[in-house]
C-alpha cells in the first residue's frame, strides 16, 4: 500500500543548555503524518545549521564529513523503506526506523490486547470489583473480533497499529449481518472494543484513535414493566406447587424493593436494620456498582422476608431468603406467567422497572428517592422509567388542562373543537418535556 514518506533532519537543544554549546543533530522519519525520531549522535552550531536543506553551513572538510555522513543515513533509511515495500511488510515511522536500526520492531495484535484485558479483568471478577456478566461480555467480544477477522481479512489476529475506520465500520457491518445483532447489542460490542483500543492507546501501541469521529447511535428501547393490575394478577393467582410459589414469592420482592437477582441472591439478615422512620429497611450494596442503597421493606416485601425467616438455608447461610439458580427461576416465571394471564416475559429486569414505575413513581414517589433506592449513579438512568408512564402523564396533566379549559370556557373564547386541539398540543409539548 502506497504511504507518504519522508525524512528530515533537525536540530534539537540540549537539556541542559548553555550559551554557545551545539545543538544535537536529530533524524525525523514521517510516514502518513505519523512521527518517529532519533538522534544521529552528530552536533551543530545553530547558526551554522541550514533548516532548509537539512545540512551544515560551510565549505571545510569537516563540514563536508558530516553532510557526507548525513546524506548517508537519509540513503540508509530510505533504503530500509524500500526493503518493507519489496517484503510487502507493514510501513510505519517505528518500523522504518527499526529496520534502519537493524532491529525488529515490537508489534501488538488486537486479540492480545483483548486476551490481556480479560485475564485482567477475570482477577478482579474473583475479588468481586466486576461482575461476571461484564467479563461475559468481553469474552464474547474476543469471539466476534476472531471470527471477523478470518471472515474479512482471512487472518488469525491483527496488528492493532492497522485498526482504522474501514476495520471499525466493517466490524459494526460484520455484527448486524454475520451475527444477525440489532443496533443497541451492536452498539455495545463497539463500546467495549472502544475500550480494549484506549487500553492500547494509554500502553502506545498506536498513536491515533481510529474511533475518532465514528458516533454510535441507538435506537430506542421500549422497557417493559408490569402494571397496578398485572401486579394484583400474579400476587392473586393461587399456586398448586411449592416450587412455582417460592419463584413468584421471590419476583415480587424483587417488585417491591427494585433490588437485581445478584441484589437479592447476596441479601443476608443481617442486611436487614432499623431505618429512621422506626420501620425495617434493607441496607446493601448494590453489586453491579457497588452503590450503597437504603430501601424501605414495603408490606408485601416484608412479609415474604418472615414467611422464609425459619428456612434451613436462611438460617445455616444467613441469608434472607433461599433463592435458586437465576436460570430455574426464569423459566419458573414463564409458566407463572402463562398461569396468571399475564402477556409479559417476567425477568428480574422487568421486575426493577415495575418498583421503578408502577411501585414508586405512580404512587407519587419524587424520582430522586427512586433513583437513590434503585442504586442508580446517574438520575439520567432513572428518567428513562419515567418517560414509559402515560397514566403518570395524564394525571399530573389533569389539572393544569381543567384549568386552561376553565379559562377558556368562561372567557367564550374557543370551542370545543378549539380546546380540544389545545389540550393535544399540551399533551404533545409535555411529552416532549420529560
Known sequence: MKTNFSVLFFLKRPKNYKKGDAYFIFLRITVDGIRSEMSTSRCCEPEKWN?????VIGTKEDVKTLNAYLESVKAEVYAAHTLLSVDRAEITADSVKCKYLGKEEKSHTILEAIKIHNEKMKVLVEKDEYASGTLKRFEVLERHVKDYLAEKYNKKDFNVKSIDHEFIDCFDFYLHTAKDNDTNTANKHLKNLKKIV?????????????????ILKSKPVHREYLTADELQKITKKQL???RLSQVRDFFLFSCYTGLSYADVQKLKLTDIGIGVDGERWIFTYRKKTDTRVAVPLLPVAASILDQYKDHPSCLNKNKALPISSNQKMNEYLVEIAVLSDVHKILGNRIAKRTFGTTVTLMNGVPIESVSKMLGHTNIRTTQLYAKVLDNKVSEDMAPLMQKFVSQHVKAGEVTEAKISADVALLREKYQQAI
Do not use: L, Q, V
Open 240 to 242: 398448586t406447587t411449592a
Open 51 to 55: 533548516a532548509k536543506s537539512g545540512k
Open 198 to 214: 484506549t487500553i492500547c492507546r494509554k500502553y502506545k501501541w498506536i498513536n491515533t484513535d481510529p474511533f475518532f469521529g465514528h
